[in-house]
């Protein structure tokens, strides 16, 4: 979470490395270039803060987390995936 969001908040195309291969399906790495881009300028370079793991099991968890002291950014039970060793936001809206 902590890189995934300061790449988010610092405009960094290279954070769509940490996006999920779910997630990949239904987002381009120029759509996430563009949304951490947006992201950027209009919030500035961002921290996660509070991180709080509140359920995991084997290759998934849900956490919670916010980016810096932006209410809006809160996250509740978010869902991450684990691949490859990596832990990837996998928040995406399901594919079903």
Known sequence: MRTYT?????GHADGYKL???RC???MTKSAWAD?????????????????HIDQQSGDLARV???AGHIPQFNRKSQPWARESGTWR????????
Do not use: E, R
């Not at 928040?91 to 079903?96: D, F, L, V």
């Open 89 to 96: 936001w996998d928040a995406c809206p399901s594919s079903n």
């Open 64 to 66: 919670s987390y916010g």
């Open 35 to 51: 949304l951490a881009t947006q992201a950027h300028h209009q919030y500035g370079s961002q921290t996660a803060t509070g991180i």
């Open 19 to 21: 996006v999920s291969a």
């Open 6 to 10: 300061a790449d988010l908040f610092g």
């Open 24 to 26: 990949k399906q239904q």
